[in-house]
T-cell receptor, first 113, second 114 residues
Framework: AQTVTQSQPEMSVQEAETVTLSCTYDTSESNYYLFWYKQPPSRQMILVIRQEAYKQQNATENRFSVNFQKAAKSFSLKISDSQLGDTAMYFCAFSSGTYKYIFGTGTRLKVLA | DAGVIQSPRHEVTEMGQEVTLRCKPISGHNSLFWYRQTMMRGLELLIYFNNNVPIDDSGMPEDRFSAKMPNASFSTLKIQPSEPRDSAVYFC????????????FGPGTRLTVL
């Protein structure tokens, strides 16, 4: 069975600093997709970034980037120049290309002024 | 473009009452999902529709829960009778059926059953 583990329930970072959120997963699939979703206090789930497993290059979206280590089954999210608006729950999710997402339990990130 | 629309945003009801949650997916999306989010269990997939047909309802907790999708632009999740343990945030999400399958979430309905 596929699983997604986020081992950091809570993290905090100073504004303008960099923070890395961890995610590991387990699968026997060779091709799959990984996602990071942000859930701010408004509750809306917003896609932050995604990675296709067959792509070697790490995905980047502005201040957000991932470190995808396929052999280690690791998919961490780096947020650079953290802003107060980055305060949210962050969920890592896995999909083997079917409809089903497997979500991690989330990491609550607080950006401190 | 309007995103996924859910109503109501908040619902407070008493145990035993019927509750109906509504969802309008993004136009053109042919996959629709209902999720439940609680502190204890995180995000759980309740049911998945593709082209208005229920494909996977294995996450529906019990017979008190039912979901319908009468057309491509509307879905309902009904709980009858409701119980306090049903209190949660219920999300609807939609996507295009593709290998890349990014899911777009609605704002959620916070249900409180007293």
């Amino acid at each position: 069975a596929q699983t997604v583990t986020q081992s950091q329930p809570e993290m905090s970072v100073q504004e303008a600093e960099t923070v890395t959120l961890s995610c590991t997963y387990d699968t026997s699939e060779s091709n799959y997709y990984l996602f990071w979703y942000k859930q701010p206090p408004s509750r809306q789930m917003i896609l932050v970034i995604r990675q296709e497993a067959y792509k070697q290059q790490n995905a980047t979206e502005n201040r957000f980037s991932v470190n995808f280590q396929k052999a280690a089954k690791s998919f961490s999210l780096k947020i650079s120049d953290s802003q107060l608006g980055d305060t949210a729950m962050y969920f890592c999710a896995f999909s083997s290309g079917t409809y089903k997402y497997i979500f991690g339990t989330g990491t609550r990130l607080k950006v401190l002024a | 473009d309007a995103g996924v629309i859910q109503s109501p945003r908040h619902e407070v009801t008493e145990m035993g009452q019927e509750v109906t949650l509504r969802c309008k997916p993004i136009s053109g999306h042919n996959s629709l999902f209902w999720y439940r989010q609680t502190m204890m269990r995180g995000l759980e997939l309740l049911i998945y529709f593709n082209n208005n047909v229920p494909i996977d309802d294995s996450g529906m907790p019990e017979d008190r829960f039912s979901a319908k999708m009468p057309n491509a632009s509307f879905s309902t999740l009904k709980i009858q009778p409701s119980e306090p343990r049903d209190s949660a945030v219920y999300f609807c999400a939609s996507s295009l059926t593709s290998a890349y399958n990014e899911q777009f979430f609605g704002p959620g309905t916070r249900l409180t059953v007293l």
